[in-house]
């Protein structure tokens, strides 16, 4: 079983490459360097908590995608094509 960790650094290098981000980019969103995200995605260092919110902000995702990962019926065109808000909305009504 995968560590939080490796989890949260495969979801964000998979999230920021289907929002067609650079590593500086992302960074520049929330005030990190890009040194700081590879780092992250690489699994270098730990993701801090603090900055899971700011992430999932800055990718306009649910931070369940960071934590958990992508839900299954979910697709990378619809993350691409969809905000946070339309995403969480696709996985709540699939849990019903």
Known sequence: MENKNELIRKNLHELRKIRGLSQAQLGKKIGITASSIGNYERGDRYVPGYLIHDLATALNVPDQFLLEGIPEN??????????????????????L
């Open 74 to 95: 979910i697709s990378k065109s619809e993350i691409a094509s969809n905000g946070a808000g339309e995403l969480l909305l696709e996985v709540v009504s699939s849990d």
